[in-house]
């Protein structure tokens, strides 16, 4: 769908995507200029949304370009995922309830456009700019929120991704499998191996984990999503 030469667009923006609008664009309808070149998604994209983040564009009887939010939820065939630089945190929730996600702290964008590419995994981000890239896999998409607890929800509530909490390394994303304590006794502290009798190891690392005090606080994330429904 493109623009015709020398048009002013009008757009009618759904309502969950308006806080990716300038201030300015925060009204009905939005005008803009088009030329005939110009694409209608491209232009929904100059307005700061990403095209991942956009339904089926519309043109209602008064011409007017109706910009719907992506239906919810966006089911994977395959719930594979890799976190942009700034979601730390987030890559270890998702980890911590046994979603397969990669996440480097010094990965460039062209690394994890790559690493999505031959892993066979969506992007998630909030760099609209990763979210404009053509070698993005389908799904791939901004993720919503200012702090960990909203943006976890958000990932949750798109993909509606199937759950296997306490089974993936927080530290590499590797499997999890149950160990004993004489497996593991040389790399726990004398305090850890007299409070704990449960231990589990990553099968690529070699990190083991125990419920020590953190357990409670991680208990509850896996409590609120894992309830969710």
């Known amino acids: 769908m493109t623009a015709g ?54 043109v209602d009887a008064e011409g007017v370009v109706e910009v719907p939010a992506l239906s919810r939820p966006q089911r994977l065939a395959r719930p594979r995922f890799v976190l942009d630089v700034h979601l730390g945190t ?32 969506v992007v998630l981000t909030q760099d609209r700019g990763i979210l404009r890239r053509k070698a993005l896999a389908p799904g791939s998409g901004y993720v919503r929120g200012s702090d960990p607890d909203a943006q976890l929800r958000d990932v949750l509530e798109r993909y509606d ?17 149950a160990v004993t304590e004489p497996e593991v006794r040389h790399l726990l502290r004398e305090g850890t191996r007299r409070s704990y009798r449960e231990f589990s190891r990553c099968r690529s690392c070699g990190h083991p984990y125990w419920r020590g005090a953190h357990a409670g606080r991680l208990a509850a994330i896996v409590a609120q999503a894992t309830g969710r429904t």
């Open 161 to 177: 991704p199937p759950l296997a909490p306490w089974s993936r390394c927080l530290a590499c994303n590797g499997i999890l499998e």
């Open 90 to 121: 987030l890559a270890r929730r998702m980890r911590l309830l046994g979603l397969d996600t990669a996440y480097r702290n010094d990965a460039t964008d062209p690394q994890l456009v790559a690493q999505a590419a031959a892993e066979g995994r």
């Open 5 to 58: 030469p020398g048009r002013r667009v009008r757009l009618r923006v759904a309502q969950p995507l308006r806080f990716l609008l300038s201030a300015r664009y925060r009204h009905d309808p939005i005008v803009v200029p088009a030329d005939e070149s110009t694409s209608l998604v491209h232009v929904v994209e100059t307005l700061g949304i990403p095209r991942t983040e956009i339904g089926e564009l519309r």
